[in-house]
Each structure stands twice: as C-alpha cells, then as structure tokens.
C-alpha cells in the first residue's frame, strides 16, 4: 500500500492502495467518482474508458502507478455543469437506454473531438467501435458524436 | 376506446391538508377490481395503512410529482408513466418530476419483464391524471363562483373561458384537495393528445451525462464491505473444501467465508476483493453429468427422433395430410445457449441486522427478492426493505435474484453491511442463460401449393416449453401437430429477452420463407393467403390478431418496396409475441462476395404510442439485439464449463456491424399492448431469409456467422 497523489477533473487527490490497483477502482472504491463504469475489466467493452493527459483510456486495465502526474478527467469533470457539447447533444438526441454504458461512449468520443473536431462518420465508427452497448443505441451515439461536432 | 372511467366509492378517503399544502392523489396501482384514485391526508400517509400505494402529488409551487413504481432498465418507463399522467391532467411537462419508488407491498405488478408496465397502467395512469384535472377545475369554478362548465385545464393552469381569469395548478392545489373524489371522470379522446405519441426525452438524462450515482453498482454505504464470490466453475460440480488462508492474508481482506457451493472474499475494496479471490484453493466434486456442447448436439438429435415428446397442439390428422402430399418440406434450425450480458454486472447490497432486512440493487423483480431473502433468513417480509436503483441492462437476467439472495446470506454470516459484485466472467459462467434448443419443422403442400400439414417438434434443454403453440400459422392450417421434448440439465437457464420466440421466430419464419418458395408463391402474399384463411375458415383456437397481423405485413411491405427492388435482396419476417405485432424486412447485399445487411425495416402494432421516441427507441434497440445475437454470439460448453467468459470471446455486436433502420408504428387508437421485446424475434427470420435471397443458402444454425456463406469469400 502507499499514497498516491492523483491530478482529478483539476483537484489533487490521494488515495492509499497498491501500486497495480486499475484506476478504475480507485476513482470508484476510494474517491468516490462512480460515474466511471465497471463493465468487463478486460478493456474489452470501453464503459471504464477516462481522459489521461486527454488521451481516452481504459481505466480498468491502468494501473495507479502508472498515472503519476498524469492530468485524469472522469466524466463528473468533463465540463463544469454539465454542458459539454457531447453532454447537450446526449441529452437532445435522446441516445441513453439503460445508459451505463454512457459515460464511457462520451468520454471516448469527448477525446475524438478534441483531436479531430469535424470528423467523418467513417471516423466516428472507427473510434467509438470499441464501445460496446448492450441496448443497442449506437445510431444515436453515432449521430450524438455528429451534432456536437457541428457545434464545436 | 372508452371515455368513460369509473372510480370505486370504498376505495376513497376524504383528508384533510397535507405538510406544506397541495393535492396528494393517492391510487392502487395495479389493483384488480379498481383503478381508483384517492386524496391523501398526513396522517393517513403516516398510518401507512391506507388502500394507496403510490401518488401523484401537486405542490403549491405548482410542481407536479409522480412515483414510477416498475424497475427502470432502459425500457423508459421512468419517462413514459408520467407522460400518460400528464396528458390527462393537462399538466406543464416541464412541471413533472419522477420519482422511482421502492418496493412497496401494496404494488401488485412492481416487475419489470413481458413487455406489460405501460399495457397494465395504461388506464389507471390516465385516470389518476383525469380525476386530478377534475378536481382543479371545480375548486378552480369554486373559487370564482361560476360554473365548473365553463373553465378548461391547459398546460397546469385552470382558466374561466368567459372571463379569461386565470389559475395555476400550484395556486389551486390547496384547494382541490377539499374537492370531492368524483366517482366518473371524462378522458380525453386521443385526438386531443398533446404529450401522448410525440417525442419525449428521457428525464434522467442528465443525471446519466454528467455520471450521477444512478445505478446499483454505485450505491456506498458508510461501513459497508465488498465481496465476490468464488463459484463452480463447471455446472454439475460441487464444492467439496478449500484453503482460503492465503486469500485472508492478503491485504485489505477481512474474511473468507463459505456457503452452500460459495466461496466468498469479503474486503475492504473491490480490487482488494478481486486479487485474494485468485488465490483461493479449491476442491469440488461431481454432483452430476459434466455436459458438453459435443453431448448436446448428439443429445438434440436423438431427442428430435427417439425423445418422449408431450403434445401441445393438434388440429386435424397430419398423418393422413402427410401421406396425401403433392410435396414435403423439412427443416431444421438449431441455437446455441447465450448470456444476457447486462452492461452493468450482477450486484446487491444487503445489511441483515437484528431488527431486519435492508436491499438495495438492480432487480427486475424485487418483490420475488424479497421474498426469497425472507425465506431464507426466515424473516418476515415486513422486516425487509427493498430500494430499487436504476438497473444497466437486464434482459431478463435480473428477473432471477441470486445476487441478491446471495448478499443476504453472505450479510447474514458476516454480520456487516455488504456489497457483492460479480464479475463480468461471473456472469457468463455462472448461468443463466437462453437455453439451446433444436427445430424439426415439416410442411405438407397440395397440387396447387396450399399448406395441408404442418409439424413442429421443439427439442430444448432447460427450456420449458420451447414452442409457441398457439402462434401463426396455428390456426390457418387444417392438420397441424406440435409437440415438444425438454432435457434437464445441471446448465442453468432464464428467460431471455423474448424467451422462446427470440430463437424460435427465426426458425419459424425462415421455414415459411422455404414452405412460400417450395410452393411457388411469394412469401409476403403466402402469409397473407395464410391469415385469409385463417379468417375465412379457422383451425381450433386462434389467439392472435388476425386483422393486427394483415397489417403490419402490408405496411411493412409498402414501406420497404417489397418485391420492386432491384439492387437488394429481400428478406421478410413477421411474428406476434406478447401482445404486439411486428414485421420486418431486411435488405442484404452482396459486397466481396458476402452477404451485407444494409438496411432493416420495421413496422410494430403496439397499439397506442406513449413516448414515440421512446417506441423507437425500443424498436431499434430490439432489432440490433436480435441481429447481433443472430449474427455472432453464443456460448459453448466443455465438461459443464463455459467456453467464452467475457467479451474476447463472447462476441457482441459493434457499432459498425449495426445496419440502418427505419421505424413506423400502425396507428389504429388500440390501447397499447406493450413494445419492450416484440421488435427482437422477427429480426433473424428477415435477415436469414434476405441472406437467402442472395446467395442461395439457408441459414439453419446460429450464429449465422458460423455458417458457410459467411467463410466463402467467392
């Protein structure tokens, strides 16, 4: 066990857990930040996925030692109130069903953005290809990833 | 549709003003013999033991609140019960606010499961809204001392029509309460609807954007404990010892602790749980046959030839319709088991004190956990507490409350607050799942094409009854055998999304599809012939629409162009489960010599729309569920283990594999009769039959990807 001091959505936070904790858990079990999603813990279905120095990261394969000063944003830090274009165009495209796998389409898609603000579907299904939703709603997130392009 | 609703006189309770003012309108919610709504007072709410069990209340601010009782899974119903409320009450949408209650022992129907919340609610949602809306205007006519006649409701104000006086629910509240329960109130004819059938977003929205705690895998409790549990991994197998000192020793673990066939891990955080549960050492034991998927499919055939099979339905002689063929057609379809795979794994808190129970998680069907919980702790069911959290996806899986009986045992034991999660692994191996079933359809046509017998023998494991009896084409067939053999299996099996018909619609329609063909016909005017007949001359008992079904199947057919395309292949499906009816086409073309969905069209008869987003929403969702399955997943097994334990094996379907779709409801005024899985089972029949059109080559077994024209690149 030891401390570890972490840079989250702009604050300084520590929590003492072992070196190969999966951020994942820290945010969740200790910091408690629970809008970042368990869902198979493989890296294989993207509802963990986070921003690490804005890079879209799968949270439950990274481990605490890794982050160092690392800047992570989780989607509780993504924008202020809530407002991020994603967030706006999530919530006017009506995409969520039961929505737990949401917070992770919008992070990865909030790093998309930030690389590429005007991307092409193709581009759009490459990146968000990785996300799995169970309910079905990937027309939606799809054309939710295009309308807050066009709004950036 | 009936405009008239009646309130039951005994169900009334006169009250007196509640805390901070306002109308509280108390209703048996899912109450048999009356859907009456009743005014609440404070002391009656305190008493507890009034005939209510859920309420709509109006603030003086003017804030209208309204308890969604059934398990939110994604179906919306969080967003569409009120929307019904609203419409009568001709409330400010904008006013609403949801509340999901928890599990109360006055609900009779508080699940979530067989596509019924909004067809069970339907009119006593409406009537809670009308009865309020009455009671408005008259204390509004009260007020200016006119008649109740000339005022009208809109948009949460009550206005004098003569004199263009004005007030606002939120100013009116008070006073409605004092008014008298009226015993009949006038709903509202449909063509008056203006929140009812248009597009309403979801009003937990926001909560799911900005990642509020919303789902039981979230919920903390100050003191609680994490836990897993170590599992069979084998069905048939038996726990016979283990060593968990290694386990305790780790840190962050608090205890190792054992029951019936679980080892469980109990510690201070999840990770911590996770890495000690690896260290466990383990024995079991045979309690039974270890069964493979190799068994299985040898098993399915012997069963299909040899197998005791219990009749479900015969109409005519078959025999004699067989013999007397001008031609027979056979075909078999087989699937495979697949998980539920809810995003959000299986979780429960439990805290079992001295003094009771207290429940929180995601849960289809709470009162079935609660009761179960009560049974096995032999604590009565009014010392348990129940709070539903928002549910990541259930599928059926969450009607089954193993988790939570589990968290109860294990709280029990440990004597502490405790969270028990699975994890995703857990949850593909430990079952349940869609059972794996097998089809022997057999057809017999006259000389000129007519279907003169029709057999259908279902071979399932686990499966109950895996035929739908009394489906299409039952009914439109003068000699028809179906029968059924069911293999019990230590491999545990639930309802899946659709059960049965997620698989056998596929079956069925694909073999109507090769019937159509043998017979030379087309195959949407085939089915239509069908129900012709079926209405003309009906075959013993009939228990679907045949007017809702003629419907869907020639909209569907109008919308997609059936038969005037030239540049796709086709294919048509349609089927009735639940209530509702829907029929699809799939469109399939050919790229790099395989077989491309490109676009599915479908048409649903729910009845009315509520939400129509929301309908979409489920429509779409239902078919990418479907296709996906259809498409690629399934779980093998060896010696009674799982081959596939998580998403590197067990393959969902992606972004990029979703082809397009275009949604369109029948709009005939019936009440609406449910859209939470009938859009699923006539997915795979449309996209095989299209894939059949284009290639030539009948898929029989799923997941189709396995099959031949998926590994040809001619």
């Given at each position: 066990m030891a401390i570890y001091k972490l840079q989250v959505n702009g604050k300084t936070l520590q929590a003492d857990v072992?070196?190969?904790?999966p951020l994942l858990w820290v945010l969740r079990?200790?910091?408690?930040?629970?809008?970042?999603k368990y869902g198979?813990?493989?890296?294989?279905?993207?509802?963990c996925t986070v921003h690490v120095n804005g890079s879209a990261t799968r949270?439950?394969?990274?481990?605490?030692?890794?982050?160092?000063?690392s800047q992570v944003i989780t989607i509780e830090g993504l924008s202020e109130k809530g407002d991020h274009p994603l967030q706006q165009a999530w919530d006017e495209i009506d995409v969520?069903?039961?929505?737990?796998?949401q917070a992770g389409q919008i992070m990865t898609a909030a790093a998309l953005l930030k690389q590429n603000?005007?991307?092409s579907m193709d581009e759009i299904e490459v990146t968000m290809n990785g996300n799995i939703c169970r309910c079905g709603a990937y027309h939606r997130i799809r054309d939710a990833v295009k309308l807050a392009s066009s709004k950036i | 549709m009936t405009n008239k609703t009646t309130n039951s006189r005994r169900d009334f309770l006169k009250m007196t003003a509640i805390t901070g003012g306002g109308l509280v309108l108390g209703f048996n919610w899912f109450s048999a013999e009356a859907n009456a709504p009743v005014v609440i007072s404070n002391s009656a709410m305190a008493a507890g033991?009034?005939?209510?069990n859920s309420y709509l209340s109006i603030a003086t601010d003017g804030t209208v609140t309204i308890m969604s009782p059934n398990p939110e899974l994604g179906q919306n119903i969080i967003t569409s019960f009120p929307m019904v409320v609203a419409e009568e009450l001709e409330?400010?949408?904008?006013k609403v606010k949801v509340l999901q209650a928890n599990?109360?022992?006055?609900?009779?129907?508080?699940l979530t499961g067989g596509s019924g919340a909004v067809p069970h609610s339907w009119k006593l949602l409406r009537n809670a809204g009308a009865t309020a809306k009455f009671m408005l205007i008259e204390a509004a006519a009260k007020v200016w001392s006119?008649?109740?006649?000339?005022c009208t409701a809109a948009n949460s104000f009550v206005t004098h029509?003569?004199?263009g006086k004005k007030l606002s629910y939120g100013e009116l509240a008070e006073a409605a309460s004092r008014i008298p329960v009226p015993s009949t109130v006038k709903l509202k004819d449909?063509?008056?609807?203006?929140?009812?059938g248009k597009s309403v977003r979801n009003v937990e929205n926001r909560k799911i954007v900005t990642g509020q705690p919303l789902f039981g895998l979230d919920f903390y409790r100050e003191g609680m404990v994490y836990a897993m549990i170590q599992r069979?991994?084998?069905?048939g197998m038996k726990l016979k010892s283990f060593d968990g000192s290694i386990a305790k020793s780790m840190?962050?673990?608090?205890d190792v602790v054992s029951f019936k066939n679980n080892v469980a891990v109990v510690g201070k955080s999840t990770w911590q749980v996770l890495k000690a549960r690896k260290m466990l050492k383990i024995e079991y034991e045979k309690e039974f046959d270890l069964e493979s998927t190799e068994d299985h499919d040898k098993l399915f055939l012997n069963l299909m030839d040899n197998g005791q099979a219990t009749v479900r339905r015969k109409d005519g002689d078959v025999d004699t319709a067989f013999k007397n063929a001008a031609k027979v057609i056979k075909g078999e379809y087989q699937c495979p088991f697949i998980s539920?795979?809810?995003?959000?794994?299986m979780n429960f808190f439990a805290h079992v004190r001295p003094d009771g129970v207290e429940l929180v998680g995601p849960t289809q069907t709470p009162a079935r956990a609660r009761a179960e919980v009560s049974q096995l702790l032999k604590v009565?069911?009014?010392k348990i507490t129940l709070q539903l959290t928002r549910l990541g996806g259930g599928f059926g899986r969450r009607l089954k409350n193993d988790f939570a009986t589990e968290a109860a045992e294990l709280s029990s034991i440990i004597k502490a607050p405790v969270k028990l999660i699975w994890s995703k692994e857990d949850d593909m191996t430990a079952g349940t799942y869609r059972p794996a079933c097998r089809y022997r359809f057999e057809a017999a046509l006259d000389?000129?094409?007519?279907?003169t017998g029709y057999k259908l023998r279902g071979v399932g494991i686990?499966?109950?009854?895996?035929?739908?009896?009394?489906?299409?084409?039952s009914g439109a067939v003068d000699n028809l055998l179906i029968d059924s053999v069911e293999h019990k299996s230590p491999i545990t099996t639930g309802a899946w999304r659709?059960?049965?018909?997620?698989f056998l619609a596929f079956a069925e329609q694909a073999f109507i599809d090769e019937v159509a063909q043998a017979a030379g016909k087309d195959p949407v005017q085939f089915r239509l012939d069908l129900l012709a007949k079926a209405k003309k001359s009906p075959v013993?008992?009939?228990?679907?629409d045949i007017s809702r079904m003629e419907g869907v199947i020639k909209m569907a057919a109008e919308k997609s162009g059936w038969g005037k395309k030239k540049d796709v292949s086709q294919g048509f499906s349609v089927y009735f489960s639940h209530a509702s009816y829907v029929a699809q086409v799939a469109d399939v073309i050919m790229r790099n010599g395989l077989p491309v969905v490109k676009k599915i069209y479908a048409v649903s008869d729910?009845?009315?729309?509520?939400s129509m987003n929301g309908a979409s929403h489920q429509v779409m969702g239902g078919i990418v569920d479907g296709l996906g399955h259809a498409m690629y997943s399934k779980l093998s097994f060896r010696d009674g283990a799982a081959d596939q334990n998580n998403y590197n094996t067990y393959r969902l379907i992606k972004m990029k594999e979703v082809p397009e779709i275009e949604t369109h409801f029948v709009?005939?005024?019936?009440d609406p009769t449910g859209?939470?899985?009938?859009?699923?089972?006539p997915t795979g029949g449309a996209v095989a039959n299209a894939i059949f059109k284009a290639t030539g080559k009948r898929l029989?077994?799923?997941?189709?990807?396995?099959?031949d024209v998926f590994k040809t690149v001619s």
């Open positions: 072992e070196a190969d904790t079990d200790h910091l408690g930040l629970v809008g970042t198979c813990g493989i890296a294989q279905c993207g509802s949270s439950c394969v990274y481990p605490v030692s890794a982050v160092g000063t969520a069903q039961c929505g737990y796998c603000p005007k991307p | 033991n009034i005939g209510f409330a400010d949408w904008k599990l109360d022992n006055k609900f009779d129907r508080q006119v008649p109740s006649s000339e029509s003569k004199t449909r063509k008056d609807f203006k929140l009812i069979p991994e084998q069905f840190p962050g673990i608090i539920h795979s809810p995003m959000e794994p009565p069911e009014d000389a000129s094409g007519n279907l686990n499966s109950g009854n895996p035929t739908r009896e009394h489906n299409f084409p659709a059960p049965i018909t997620n013993g008992d009939i228990r679907y729910c009845g009315q729309v509520v709009d005939n005024g019936i859209l939470g899985e009938p859009a699923l089972p029989r077994n799923q997941p189709f990807i396995e099959e």
